[in-house]
């Protein structure tokens, strides 16, 4: 019987091939199912987006069907061509084509840039390797420390500009329950708007880099109560972190469809009170 201890070790040559079968696999499960999967909700939303950003209309349900509902892909809508009622103020003259351009930067870098994101495209899209026990489809493993990979570092950078991201998509839900001409009230809109705002949260808050940000680089937690709270309070989240990308992407995503169908008059905003 061949055990762990006395099966012969496949030697790894760093910057050579890969180790493993003369095959590209052994395995007889469905390994392939992750990455179609993981390539086929990634595409779909990546299709969608760059469509929703460049038709640069029907983002905003105003005054005139007395709801405030903005998509997130446009939301804060601050350059001149925005319609009106959806910003608070022009800050931006110079910027004449989609607003949703200017903004998508922030969100779609903090995704691209994610620790999980990387991981799932990196094995779905480079196949580098595609599953555990996979051959990989590229000789060398180059790994993140030099040009063009390094620049994935910038992830703590755009986890910060995701914050204020967040923040603003949740005023953008606690302004919905104000529909003008009618008061106060609560719309399907409404729970769309929260449950998207609070899925970002749970996103951004289970992020490898706020769990950093709360407990990394400390000797000992006593001497950082503070920290020590959050980090225990992230890092349960954290566990979760792949989840909360997937559930955050298809809602932000159903968040802008929704609103577009409402703005365009295909479905009507339905009042629950
Ligand atoms: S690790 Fe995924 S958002 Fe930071």
Wanted: with cysteine; proline share 6%; net charge positive.
């Amino acid at each position: 019987m061949t055990t762990v201890e006395s099966a012969p070790a496949t030697p790894v040559i760093l910057g050579g091939t890969r180790g493993g079968p003369d095959k590209p696999t052994l395995r007889k499960d469905r390994w392939w199912v992750s990455p179609v999967v993981t390539v086929s909700v990634l595409t779909t939303f990546v299709v969608y987006a760059t469509w929703a950003a460049f038709s640069n209309r029907n983002y905003y349900v105003g005054a005139d069907m007395h709801r405030n509902l903005i998509s997130p892909f446009y939301s804060p809508c601050l350059t001149e061509s925005c319609v009106p009622g959806s910003h608070p103020a022009t800050v931006i003259t110079w910027w004449t084509i989609s607003p949703a351009l200017l903004i998508l930067i922030f969100p779609l870098g903090f995704r691209f840039t994610c620790y999980y994101y990387r991981r799932a495209y990196y094995r779905s899209f480079w196949w580098a390797p595609p599953a555990c026990a996979v051959a990989d489809a590229h000789v060398r493993y180059t790994g993140e420390s030099r040009f063009p990979l390094i620049v994935q570092n910038v992830h703590r950078y755009f986890f910060y500009f995701g914050l204020i991201f967040n923040v603003i998509l949740t005023i953008d839900a606690v302004r919905a329950f104000q529909q003008p001409g009618l008061g106060l009230g609560v719309t399907v809109g409404t729970i769309v708007l929260c449950l998207n705002a609070g899925l970002l949260w749970l996103y951004s808050l289970s992020c490898h880099a706020c769990r950093h940000l709360c407990g990394g680089g400390m000797r000992t937690f006593s001497e950082h109560p503070i920290r020590y709270r959050f980090w225990k309070f992230v890092t349960p989240l954290n566990a979760r972190h792949m989840q909360f990308a997937w559930m955050s992407l298809i809602v932000v995503g159903l968040t802008d469809l929704y609103v577009r169908l409402v703005a365009s008059g295909t479905i009507t905003d339905f009042k629950l009170f």
